[in-house]
Nanobody, 115 residues
Framework: VQLVESGGGLVQPGGSLRLSCAAS????????MRWYRQAPGKERELVAA????????TYADSMKGRFTISRDNAKNTVYLQMNSLKHEDTGVYYC?????????WGQGTQVTVSS
């Protein structure tokens, strides 16, 4: 089983990034997917979640209107489009899969918002 995040990097405040998480080794379409992030010195927090078929999404309050989670079950990939980025969005972003009684985590991708 693998969850491989990509798309992180350094971006200026107000900029955008699109994270991807490529899944393998399990039946992706049966799993709900989430993005979490962990800022320096803080606990890991939920960013966004999407149902297995993509018909339901939820967001943390601070991300509503700026972030969009989506998935492509044909490509076994979940995305996180992040717009209007702020300094406080800096952190390591993790992909999470849950389904069939299992939970999987990716290794994370660093997002740094700085001028």
């Amino acid at each position: 089983v693998q969850l491989v995040e990509s798309g992180g990097g350094l971006v200026q405040p107000g900029g955008s990034l699109r994270l991807s998480c490529a899944a393998s080794g399990f039946t992706f379409s049966r799993y709900g997917m989430r993005w979490y992030r962990q800022a320096p010195g803080k606990e890991r927090e939920l960013v966004a979640a999407i149902s297995s078929v993509g018909d339901k999404t939820t967001y943390a309050d601070s991300m509503k209107g700026r972030f969009t989670i989506s998935r492509d079950n044909a490509k076994n990939t979940v995305y996180l489009q992040m717009n209007s980025l702020k300094h406080e969005d800096t952190g390591v972003y993790y992909c999470y899969a849950r389904g069939d009684g299992y939970v999987y985590w990716g290794q994370g991708t660093q997002v740094t918002v700085s001028s």
